[in-house]
């Protein structure tokens, strides 16, 4: 059975039954661990497994993860290894920590997950750090323009001790938030009808002056001003609508979420500008953490490790054949079955795109920004630290070839 059609045939009166019975946590984990069929009496069996091991034992700490609009069905398609984390901290702990799996919006989207982990309405969260940086600025670190030359760029930073200094640490400080792990793919333009007949687009200069969704991010933001590309804000759950209605003509997104979000029907071009980072992480509020035993505070961080080294390679897998974002096209992918075409770039043409937006170019544009952040780093040069930290030691252009390595130990 296609990832995208998992689950259709259990109705949502079946579901809602289940998870009144077993909780939604138990129903999604449980339906996260099925390699066979997808059946109502498997994930019903699956539910009442999990639940029974889950229960078995009172826990010390009761987590609540709000993970925005994840599911157990659209997490095969972006692997982002939310449901991962959870269940191997729970078997981890022996049941010391249960956790408390809420998606699909029900206690937060992504532009307020973030918020509700600082306030302490959740204990855990998932969402994109570019639609958290409405309430955690510090995260547009993340976002200077072309900082990252590919996903491997990206894998290799967060693995790296130096990730602390400059991303974990301030943004602990700063906002109270633990980054644990996360997904890494760069962001695009995702072009809706309009760019149907179009030739596949080979340059940016071919999209000056269209409308396009920016999200949180305030740097995102300078960047598509340099391309000529009105950014234009509209909310995550907004921007389905926004594209079939034609009020934007395309959306900064990455491949995996145009997939796991229904909107492969309203894309006909996905372009592989990969101009900033699309990081769908998992953080924590940093007091809940720090009031943890010692060993349960090892243990969150060894789940984290996991998680991370299982996002690198199931994503990767998963955006050529769920996703479909490949030249050429998987047959029976997400983008296939929605005609959806990559529009895949040289490398002359990126170059072209950094030399308008980067601040190795165009270092005035960044200047305020840059000065803002660098001074939440303690006086570190936030964006040439990470330039060079990720084009030295690693020479790798393939993401699943990056070595893992628990970042918050010394190199």
Not at 55 to 60: M, S
Not at 119 to 126: A, K, Q, R, T
Not at 240 to 248: H, K, N, P, S, V
Not at 384 to 402: F, K, W
Request: proline share 4%; glycine share 8%; net charge negative.
């Amino acid at each position: 059975m296609k990832v995208s059609k998992v689950l259709s045939t259990i109705s949502r009166r079946d579901l809602f039954k289940l998870t009144g019975r077993y909780g939604i946590s138990s129903v999604v984990m449980g339906a996260a661990g099925l390699t066979g069929a997808i059946t109502l009496p498997n994930i019903a069996k699956a539910a009442e497994s999990t639940y029974e091991k889950r229960f078995a034992k009172e826990p010390k700490h009761m987590l609540k993860l709000g993970a925005a609009g994840f599911n157990a069905q659209n997490l095969l398609i972006e692997r982002a290894g939310v449901i991962q984390f959870a269940l191997d901290l729970e078997e981890r702990t022996d049941g010391e920590i249960r956790v408390e799996f809420i998606g699909d919006n029900q206690i937060c989207g992504q532009l307020s997950c973030a918020e509700k982990a600082q306030l302490g309405v959740i204990d855990m969260y998932s969402a994109s750090t570019q639609n958290s940086a409405g309430s955690t600025p510090y995260l547009n670190v993340l976002d200077y323009a072309y900082m990252f030359r590919n996903r491997a760029d990206q894998y290799h930073f967060l693995y790296s001790p130096e990730s602390m200094d400059l991303l974990r640490n301030p943004l602990e400080e700063r906002h109270g938030l633990k980054f644990l792990f996360s997904h890494c793919e760069l962001r695009g333009l995702q072009m809706g009808n309009s760019f149907a007949d179009k030739p596949l687009v080979s340059s940016i200069t071919e999209l000056a002056g269209t409308k396009n969704r920016v999200t949180g991010t305030q740097l995102g933001r300078i960047a598509m001003e340099l391309m000529d590309l009105n950014p234009v804000p509209v909310a995550w759950e907004e921007t389905l609508d926004a594209l079939r209605t034609g009020l934007i003509d395309g959306a900064e997104t990455w491949a995996s979420a145009v997939a796991y979000a229904n909107m492969s029907p309203a894309v006909t071009q996905s372009v592989d500008l990969r101009f900033f980072c699309g990081t769908e992480h998992t953080g924590m509020n940093a007091s809940v953490f720090d009031a943890m035993e010692g060993y349960l505070q090892d243990a969150i961080m060894e789940s984290a490790y996991l998680a991370q080294v299982h996002v690198q390679a199931a994503n990767e897998a998963a955006l050529v054949n769920t996703v479909g974002f490949s030249d050429p096209v998987m047959p029976g992918t997400i983008f296939d079955e929605n005609d959806v075409k990559p529009a895949f770039l040289t490398d002359e043409a990126r170059r072209e795109a950094e030399e308008m937006c980067s601040p190795e170019f165009q270092p005035a544009a960044w200047e305020e920004w840059r000065e803002r952040i660098n001074g939440w780093a303690g006086g570190r040069d936030t964006y040439q630290e990470i330039y060079d930290l990720v084009r030295n030691g690693n020479d790798h252009t393939l993401a699943e070839n990056v070595e893992p390595r628990r970042w918050w130990k010394s190199a």
